[in-house]
C-alpha cells in the first residue's frame, strides 16, 4: 500500500515532448521549475490516481543496465543532484519511443520525492509523469460592476493521464515501480509500459494470485469444454466452487484446490497438464504453493461471474447448487433448462 500524507517534493523538472510522427517538437527546459506555490495540489495530482495493488520491476530481457529508464532513475538516486541533466536523458528517451500517430504530445514531469511510504517502508522516489488532456475551466472575477467570466485550459489535478513512481527499492531487481496509463488501454498502453519503461509485474502475492485466477477461468471456460463436454452449468458450477475456494482460504495450493474444487481424477490431469501449456503460452508463472491476495480476489471477483446467457431472450445467474438446474431437449428440438428452488423473493 502507498501512503503519500508526509511526502514533499525535493526537486522537479518540466520539459514537453511531442510526438515525433506528427513532427512535434521535443522542448527540453535549461532551468528545473519553481514549485513551492502548489506543492500540495502537485503531490494530489501526481499521487492520488494510484490506488491499484499491483507492482513492477524495469526489465531488459539481455541486461538490466540497458534499460535506459533503469540507469537514469539510478543515477537520480545515486546523485539527486543530477535530476535536471537525467530528466532531458529522460525526455530525449520518450521522445525517441513517440513514434506512433495515437500518442499525444504532454508535458513531461520528473520529480525526486522524499518521505514516500510503500508497505510500511519510508522510501525516495523518482516519479515520472506525462500530461496529455487539457480541460476547460471557467474563471469567475469579481469587479465593481459585477463579475467576469472567462475560459481557461488547464489540466485537471484529479486526473492523471500517465504515471510511473519508482521507489528506491530492490534496485538489483529493477526497483519497485506503480504504473499507470489512463489514457490508452490494452495494446495502445504498450507504449508507456513496455517501449518506453520496459517493466514487468513484480512476482509477488498479488501477481501469483491474479495469474491463478486467469488460468482457472481459461481452463473452466476454454480447456473443460472442449475435453470434457461441459456444459454452461457445468463450469458455472466450477466457476462458483473457484470463487468460494478463493474468498475462503488464506493460502492457495494447487494440489487442494484440484481435489476440492475439481474433484473427478480425469479433469484434475487435465487440469495439471493445462497449466504448463497455459504459462508458456502466456509467458507468466505461478507458484504451486502462495499466500492469497484477498486484494487481487476482490478485484478479480467479476471473472467467476456465472451467467448462462441463452440466446437474446434470457440470462441465468447461477450462485450455486448445481443440482437445482438441469438442462434437456424437447421433442421439437428446442433446448430448455429446469430450474428448482425452494422459496422465490
Known amino acids: 500500500m502507498l501512503a ?45 490516481s494510484f490506488n491499484n ?23 537520480i538516486f545515486d546523485n539527486s543532484d543530477s535530476l535536471a541533466i537525467q530528466s532531458i536523458n529522460l525526455a530525449k528517451h520518450l521522445y525517441a519511443n513517440s513514434t506512433h500517430p495515437k500518442i499525444k504530445g504532454g508535458e513531461f514531469y520528473v520529480v525526486y520525492f522524499k518521505n514516500c ?3 510500511g517502508e519510508i ?8 500530461s496529455e488532456n487539457k480541460d476547460t475551466f471557467l474563471k469567475i472575477k469579481s469587479s465593481k460592476s459585477g463579475f467576469d467570466i472567462k475560459s481557461q485550459e488547464g489540466i485537471n489535478i484529479d486526473r492523471l493521464d500517465k504515471g510511473c513512481l519508482v521507489y528506491n527499492s530492490d534496485s538489483e531487481k529493477g526497483y ?21 519503461l520496459n517493466v514487468k509485474q513484480r512476482e509477488d502475492a498479488y501477481y501469483q494470485t491474479e495469474s491463478a485466477i486467469a488460468f482457472t477461468k481459461s481452463f473452466i471456460t476454454k480447456e473443460l469444454p472442449q475435453q470434457f463436454d461441459a456444459n454452461k452449468a457445468d463450469q458455472a458450477d466450477l466457476l462458483n466452487k473457484s470463487a468460494q475456494y478463493f474468498k475462503d482460504q488464506d493460502e ?48 478479480k471477483s467479476q471473472v467467476f461471474k456465472s451467467v448462462i446467457k441463452l440466446d437474446k431472450n434470457f440470462h441465468i445467474y447461477v450462485h450455486g447448487d448445481r443440482n437445482k438446474i438441469e438442462q434437456g431437449e424437447d421433442l421439437d428440438g428446442r433446448k430448455y433448462y ?8
Not at 519497485?176 to 518506453?196: E, M, P, Q, Y
Open 4 to 48: 503519500f500524507q508526509d511526502t514533499i517534493i525535493k526537486d522537479l523538472a518540466l520539459h514537453f515532448v511531442g510526438n515525433q510522427f506528427n513532427e512535434e517538437p521535443l522542448i527540453l527546459s535549461k532551468t528545473k521549475l519553481a514549485y513551492k506555490e502548489v506543492e500540495p495540489e502537485l503531490l494530489h495530482y501526481f499521487f492520488s
Open 53 to 75: 495493488n499491483e507492482y513492477y520491476h524495469l526489465h531488459h530481457d539481455t541486461d538490466l543496465v540497458l534499460n535506459e529508464v533503469y540507469s537514469y532513475v539510478k543515477s
Open 117 to 119: 511510504l510503500l508497505e
Open 123 to 130: 522510501l525516495d522516489a523518482v516519479g515520472i509523469f506525462k
Open 176 to 196: 519497485v515501480l506503480s504504473v499507470l496509463d489512463n489514457t490508452n488501454k490494452g495494446n495502445d498502453a504498450k507504449f508507456w509500459f513496455d517501449h518506453f
Open 252 to 299: 492457495f495450493d494447487l494440489s487442494e484446490f484440484a481435489n476440492v474444487v475439481i474433484q473427478q481424477p480425469e479433469i484434475i490431469e487435465s487440469f495439471n497438464d493445462y497449466k504448463a501449456a497455459y504459462q508458456e503460452n502466456k509467458a507468466i508463472a505461478f507458484n504451486e504453493n502462495f499466500n492469497i491476495n484477498e486484494k487481487a480476489v476482490k478485484k
Open 338 to 345: 429446469t430450474l428448482y428452488y425452494d422459496n422465490e423473493t
